[in-house]
């Protein structure tokens, strides 16, 4: 299996790169831009970095299943399944605003077992496998020992293209911004689960996401000894969840009691 493993943190980590390139070669310049739906936008590079990390994957792995952002779900199902966001926080990209990642989630017979989460312009790389921890560059992360709200560095986002998830999180936002040192909204929940899981943040919460968005960052922060539930209390699952609350031990029941949410 050890052999597998490296197998599977070789090739997320090629992907990565290889999304770097595209993304820091664009990086500065005017995108070709579309829009799918209501505040809901592409790049020309978000399909291509998509294409071209579904090829490198499918060099090593050729049975493989995909969920991605844009080329969407495979038909056939398969004992590994990888789950891609090829530019996690493409607006923030769009407006070259430094904030985004490529996420990249291996799931296998079920169970999520592998993450990436790559930063192009700190050319920071964020691993984790399951029950062999969390990593960054190579170096074991942990998430942060702050045990009071009073004392926390939160992050929140809000997708205005699910208006009613983003007018209930209005709601917690307005709950939580007085009992918190203070607040981010960043852009990119990917990252800001990386962030959680290296203690840069102490909490993340977001209403209405998607498995791509979430599926390398959760392994992280559990990797990295915090906690991600949903809005019920239960454990987060990402085919299933869209909202989601991190953190460590001490700081997650508290979140809980603050967000709320009409769906999980």
Request: net charge positive.
């Amino acid at each position: 299996m050890s052999i597998m493993n490296n197998k599977i943190k070789k090739v997320l980590k090629l992907a990565c790169l290889e999304a770097g390139k595209v993304i820091l070669k664009n990086y500065g310049t005017i995108k070709s831009v579309k829009s799918k739906g209501r505040n809901d936008w592409v790049t020309k590079q978000d399909i291509l970095i998509e294409r071209r990390v579904i090829k490198i994957i499918k060099r090593d792995f050729p049975d493989s299943a995909f969920i991605g952002e844009e080329t969407g779900v495979s038909s056939k199902k398969m004992d590994m399944t990888w789950i891609i966001d090829p530019i996690d926080g493409t607006n923030n990209y769009i407006h070259d605003y430094p904030f985004f990642c490529t996420s990249i989630g291996v799931m296998i017979k079920g169970e999520m077992t592998h993450g990436a989460v790559y930063d192009p312009l700190r050319e920071e790389f964020f691993y984790a496998q399951k029950d062999h921890g969390a990593f960054m560059n190579e170096k074991r992360i942990k998430v942060s020992e702050i045990r009071k709200l009073s004392d926390s560095l939160l992050c929140t986002g809000f997708i205005t293209s699910k208006v009613s998830y983003a007018k209930k999180n209005i709601s917690n936002f307005t709950r939580l911004v007085f009992k918190a040192r203070s607040i981010r909204r960043d852009g990119s929940a990917a990252l800001d689960l990386a962030y959680v899981a290296c203690g840069r943040l102490d909490g993340f919460w977001e209403l209405g996401l998607n498995s791509w968005d979430t599926s390398a960052g959760v392994l992280l922060v559990e990797e990295a000894g915090g906690k991600v539930i949903n809005s019920k209390g239960k454990k987060f699952n990402i085919l299933e969840n869209k909202s989601l609350i991190s953190a460590n031990k001490y700081l997650v029941k508290k979140l809980l009691v603050e967000i709320k949410s009409n769906q999980v």
